[in-house]
C-alpha cells in the first residue's frame, strides 16, 4: 500500500490512508506500506492516476479509499465492514458526509500545520495547490483556530447522537463507518498538536477506543 508520509517516513497522517489500514486491519490483513510524497507522481504511476491510497494485491492494483473497502469486502467477506449491502449504502453516506463536511472543516485548522510535517521538497508544491483553492494564503486559512472551535464541534453533532446511544457507529462492533470517521481524525492526530475535540466530548471517548483496537494500531502511529 502506498501511503502519504510526512519529511518523517513513519508520519502517516492522510485521513483516506487511515481509513484503508483500520480496514485492512479489521480483516486481519497483513499490509506493506511504501511512504509516499505528494510529488512522488512516478512511483504511483502504474495506478493510472495521482492519489493515495492505493493498493496491490495479488497483481491487482485498486486505489481510492471507498473503492478499497468495497474490494477487501467481497475478497474477504468476514468480518464484515458494512453488515450487508443496506450498510454498505449507509457507509457511502458516512464517506461523503466525511469528504465534505469533515476533511473540509478539519483542513482550516490544520492546513498550516501540514507544511511543517511534509517533506521539503513537497512544500511549494502543497502551498500553491492549497492557496488556489483556498484562494488565501496557509496562514490566513489556519488564524483564529481557536474561534472557530465551537462551531467545527457542533458540525459533530450526528456523530455524537448516535455515539450516546451506542458503542459504535456501527452498532455493537466496529464497522468500515467507524474507520471512516476515526481515519479521518487520524489526520489532525498525526499532523498537528492542535487538539480538535473536547476530551469530556462522546466523539473524543469513541476515538479513545477507536485508537485501541486492532492492537493500538492508531494510538501508536508517530505524532509530530
Ligand atoms: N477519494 C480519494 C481521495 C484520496 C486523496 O485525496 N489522497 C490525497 C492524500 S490525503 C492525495 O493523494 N493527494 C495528492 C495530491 O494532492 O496531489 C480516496 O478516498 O482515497
Redesign the pocket.
Known amino acids: 500500500m502506498h501511503d502519504?508520509a510526512g519529511e518523517d517516513p513513519d508520519v502517516r497522517f492522510?485521513?483516506?490512508?487511515w481509513?484503508?489500514r483500520f480496514a485492512l486491519a479489521h480483516k486481519g490483513l497483513p499490509v506493506e506500506t511504501v511512504p509516499?510524497r505528494?510529488t512522488d507522481h512516478d512511483a504511483i504511476a502504474f495506478s493510472g492516476q495521482?492519489?493515495?491510497?492505493v493498493i496491490q494485491d495479488d497483481g491487482k492494483t485498486v486505489?481510492?479509499?471507498?473503492?478499497?473497502a468495497t474490494y477487501l469486502e467481497d475478497q474477504v467477506p468476514a468480518p464484515t465492514l458494512f453488515g450487508g449491502t443496506t450498510g454498505r449504502a449507509h457507509a457511502l453516506f458516512v464517506?461523503a458526509w466525511a469528504?465534505s463536511v469533515l476533511v473540509g472543516g478539519i483542513a482550516r485548522f490544520i492546513v498550516r500545520d501540514l507544511l511543517d510535517v511534509i517533506a521539503p521538497k513537497d512544500r511549494d508544491?502543497?502551498r500553491s495547490?492549497r492557496e488556489a483553492r483556498f484562494g488565501r494564503s496557509l496562514e490566513e486559512v489556519q488564524a483564529g483556530r481557536e474561534d472557530r472551535l465551537t462551531v467545527f464541534r457542533d458540525a459533530l453533532l450526528p456523530v455524537r447522537l448516535v455515539l450516546r446511544r451506542q458503542q459504535w457507529l456501527g452498532g455493537a462492533a466496529p464497522s468500515y463507518a467507524d474507520h471512516i470517521i476515526a481515519g479521518t481524525l487520524m489526520?489532525p492526530r498525526c499532523a498537528s498538536r492542535f487538539e480538535l475535540l473536547d476530551r469530556n466530548d462522546p466523539v473524543a471517548e469513541w476515538q479513545d477506543r477507536m485508537l485501541d483496537l486492532y492492537g493500538g494500531l492508531g494510538r501508536s502511529a508517530k505524532r509530530p
Open positions: 502519504l492522510s485521513p483516506y490512508c481509513r484503508t509516499w505528494f495521482g492519489k493515495v491510497p486505489f481510492d479509499s471507498w473503492t478499497i464517506n469528504d508544491y502543497f495547490s489526520w
